[in-house]
C-alpha cells in the first residue's frame, strides 16, 4: 500500500494538487518469479493559463514479475 499527495505549494509547476494512491499483492509461484496483482489511482489539477484540467485514472494490472 502506497499513498502520496502534495498540495499546491509542493505541486509541480502549474499543478494545483496532486493524488497517487497504490495497492496490490504479489504471490511467489517459484523463488525467483511472482505473479503480481495491483490497483492504482492518481489525479491531479493544473491551471495552466486560465484553463484548468482535474485529470483522473485509475488501473488494474495483472503479471509476473521475475527477479535475477
Avoid: K
Avoid at 499527495?5 to 497504490?22: C, I, K, T, V
Wanted: net charge negative; no cysteine; glycine share 6%.
Amino acid at each position: 500500500l502506497n499513498m502520496a499527495g502534495a498540495p499546491q505549494p509542493l505541486s509541480f509547476a502549474d499543478m494545483e494538487n496532486y493524488f497517487d494512491f497504490r495497492t496490490g499483492v504479489s504471490f511467489y509461484i517459484v523463488e525467483s518469479a511472482a505473479a503480481v496483482v495491483s490497483y492504482r489511482y492518481h489525479s491531479f489539477e493544473v491551471d495552466d493559463n486560465g484553463d484548468d484540467y482535474d485529470i483522473r485514472d485509475d488501473t488494474f494490472t495483472v503479471g509476473l514479475e521475475i527477479n535475477f
